[in-house]
């Protein structure tokens, strides 16, 4: 658990970050939102002492942060941030190998970890791991940056704009992956964005930050229904916020449940349990039916959905 | 799309044209009746022969045909043609010797003709070339190098060019050239060395600090604009009154003249490239490099040599090779100031009149700045992230 209690931080006469209190609990993935230069990374910054604060005070698990070594507390904090900082000198194994290194694991555990990570993020151990920064793409050196962050198995993690500099399609990849690597190790985590859709898709709460404040500190769903502010409505967009809303549930919680999975053709263009409604409902819309069957990961049907219910759900 | 569609390249052709005209218009070498006359020159035909003439105008033609119709299989060719060439070279002054130079005169002696300097100035151009045009490995161009330095040190020890003025020269100075060796490289290297340390002491304390930036800077700058042989000229008078001052400086070798201000004004130049490179190269680290590795936990110590270093390496490495070529070349002006060293040869050359023994300071002076090149550039790209 991390706890920010009246946190100040002052660049000279300019207040970056202006008396916050949040609480961060263990496993849960608080996104900072909020536009450049309104205190959200000073923040995560604070809170692995890259930065110091001015006053307040900064807890995890109790315990304030400044009476700890700040290499020991960064240790057990995962890192990443937008630009990767991954070491141009070293090879992808190396880079991230750096945390197991430092805390004096024996080489073989460390090249165990190593590889684990590489096929969690989805990159091949055999080919990859030899390679060099420059030779990844955007996407891969992303990936190799958030597989150093958890390479030490740390309890927190940090990650300020991870995918901030990645094209549309590869940031949803990896904001796919996030959440399936969230649901496999419960990370506590602390997010840093500009961008209010990746928010959402991956926050268990959600901490609206402007001009050094927290504003709203809730969960996507309650942001979104009940936005504290005329900047939060602004900011998650009066149009289309009854879309986000169904963004933010899966098919798999509304539908109805066949009693026995079976097995069936394959369709073209098929729902899946954890799609969300927004997708369900966009298929309805396009193929102009009223009843979705839907399908497990496996490509068993395992249920369907009706307009009715996706409707109520969202609702 | 295959090499042989490439563009041609026209620089090799234009090379051996060029090589071509020198070595008949030029003369390739000279017999002299002793050390100081200027003598008679041959042009090739003349020194060489219909064979020796012949067999080097075949091969400039050869090398224009091959580098028309490039192929990756004939770019081997080419560099196996060109490297044999170079090697076998002084073959050509062995049968000048052979052929020209009278048998009755223990004083006459043969001299190298800008022809044949020409001659091995545009092989080695067109080998340069080749190298670099069939992407050459570092392991393959260190071998023709090797090969051909080893193929003309083989040959100048051979009897047949023992009647080369150069040679003779060398044989009447052997132990001084041993010893002018030893103190141009103790002088250069040890002035490298210790304005390595200074430098980066400074670059560290700039890093560190600001403010000090602007001075320091300044200062190498500075002492970088005074003429070296002012600067020379300039340490004679407080370091001879040093000496005479305190007599214990002159046992430990320390005079107005010597190798103490050549050491002095050798690590006053060499202080600007180093500070700066060094300077340049540890501020230059990527922010967001050592941010992260701050982030994952590392002190600065770790920062410093496991990061900042290893990136700065090769901009540093840059730094030390200008230094080493440039104190290379100024350590042979520091003979004027009784240093010793390569330069004194040429010096005594000069004011002899014999060009050969010009040579002899020379040639190893330029010999040693190309070694000290091709090493720390290799120690360079080695060292660079690939």
């Known amino acids: 658990m991390i706890e920010l209690k009246g946190v100040t931080r002052r660049f000279g006469d300019a207040v970056a970050v202006d008396n916050i209190n949040l609480t961060i609990e263990t496993g849960e993935v608080c996104v900072l939102v909020g536009s450049s230069g309104c205190g959200k990374s000073t923040t995560l910054r604070m809170i692995n002492r890259l930065l110091p604060r ?44 750096v945390v197991p290194d430092l805390l004096k694991w024996p080489a073989r555990k460390r090249d165990e970890r190593v ?80 961008d209010i859709d990746e928010a959402l898709k991956l926050a268990t709460r959600i901490a609206v930050m402007d001009q050094g404040r927290i504003i709203q500190h809730d969960t996507p769903e309650a942001i979104l229904r009940r936005p504290a502010s005329a900047f939060v409505e602004n900011l998650i967009g009066k149009g289309d916020r009854g879309l986000k809303l169904l963004g933010l549930r899966t098919v798999g919680d509304v539908m109805a449940r066949h009693l026995l999975p079976s097995q069936s053709e394959p369709l073209v263009e098929v729902l899946k349990e954890t799609d969300s409604l927004r997708v369900a409902l966009s298929i309805m819309v396009w193929q102009n039916s009223d009843e979705l069957p839907v399908f497990s990961e496996a490509g068993e049907a395992v249920g369907k959905v009706t307009r009715e219910q996706l409707l109520q759900g969202g609702a | ?160 060019l023992s009647s080369l003025s150069l040679i003779r020269e060398y044989a009447n100075r052997a132990d001084q050239f041993s010893q002018a060796l030893t103190t141009h490289l103790s002088l250069s290297l040890g002035a490298v060395a210790i304005s390595a340390v200074l430098a980066f002491g400074l670059a560290l304390a700039m890093v560190r600090r600001e403010r000090l930036r602007r001075p320091l800077l300044g200062l190498v700058s500075f002492m970088q604009t005074i003429p070296s ?40 130049y060499s202080l600007l490239p180093m500070v700066r490179n060094t300077y340049v190269a540890l501020m230059e680290v990527p922010e967001p490099v050592v941010d992260a590795g701050r982030g994952m936990g590392m002190n600065e ?67 040693l700045a190309l070694a000290a090149d091709a090493i720390l550039s290799a120690l360079k790209f080695q060292r660079a992230p690939r």
């Not at chain 1, 904090?77 to 992808?92: C, E, K, R």
């Not at chain 2, 040093?242 to 004004?265: D, K, V």
Request: overall charge positive; glycine content about 10%.
């Open chain 2, 1 to 160: 799309m295959p090499v042989s569609t490439k563009p041609p390249t026209r620089v090799l052709p234009a090379l051996a044209l060029a090589a071509f005209a020198c070595v008949w218009l030029l003369d390739l070498g000279v017999v002299q009746p002793n050390r100081i006359v200027s003598g008679t020159g041959y042009g090739l035909y003349a020194a060489t022969g219909w064979f020796g003439a012949v067999v080097v105008s075949f091969l400039l033609a050869v090398v224009i045909v091959l580098a028309t119709r490039l192929t990756p299989k004939r770019f081997g060719a080419l560099i196996l043609l060109l490297t044999t060439a170079l090697m076998a070279q002084p073959l050509l002054l062995e049968v000048f010797a052979l052929r020209k130079l009278p048998e009755d005169s223990a004083y006459a002696r043969i001299g190298i003709g800008a022809g044949f300097w020409c001659l091995a100035f545009f092989l080695a151009l067109m080998l340069l070339e080749t190298l670099g045009r069939y992407k050459a490995s570092r392991r393959l161009q260190f071998s023709v190098v090797l090969l051909v330095v080893v193929s003309w040190w083989f040959c100048a020890s051979r009897e047949g």
């Open chain 2, 229 to 268: 042989l002012a600067l020379f000229g300039l340490l004679i008078a407080p370091l001879g009154a040093l000496s005479a001052a305190y007599p214990f400086l002159q046992t430990l070798g320390i005079r107005g003249i010597g190798w103490a201000p050549a050491m002095l004004a050798l690590i006053a």
């Open chain 1, 54 to 97: 001015t006053s307040g005070e900064i807890l995890v698990d109790g315990e304030d942060i400044n009476n700890a070594d700040p290499e020991a507390l960064r240790l057990n904090m995962g890192y990443a941030i937008q630009s990767t900082g991954l070491f141009p000198h070293w090879t992808v194994a190396r880079n991230i190998g």
């Open chain 2, 301 to 367: 110590r770790q920062i410093f040599f496991k990061v900042k270093l290893p990136l700065a390496l090769p901009v540093i490495i840059e730094g030390v090779r200008i230094t080493t070529i440039q104190a290379i070349g100024l350590t042979a002006v520091a003979a004027l100031i009784g240093a010793g060293g390569f330069g004194t040869f040429i010096f005594q050359g000069l004011g002899q009149a014999a060009m050969d023994l010009v040579l002899l300071g020379a040639l190893p002076t330029v010999f």
């Open chain 1, 115 to 194: 590889s684990e990570l590489l096929t969690l993020l989805g990159l091949d151990p055999a080919t990859d791991a030899i390679k060099y920064p420059h030779q990844l793409s955007g996407g891969q050196a992303q990936r190799v940056g958030v597989a150093r962050a958890l390479a030490g198995d740390p309890n927190i993690l940090l990650m300020d704009e991870p995918f901030g500099a990645l094209d549309a399609i590869t940031r949803e990849n990896l904001q796919q992956e996030m959440l399936r690597i969230q649901r496999h190790l419960n990370k506590t985590t602390v997010f840093v964005t500009h």
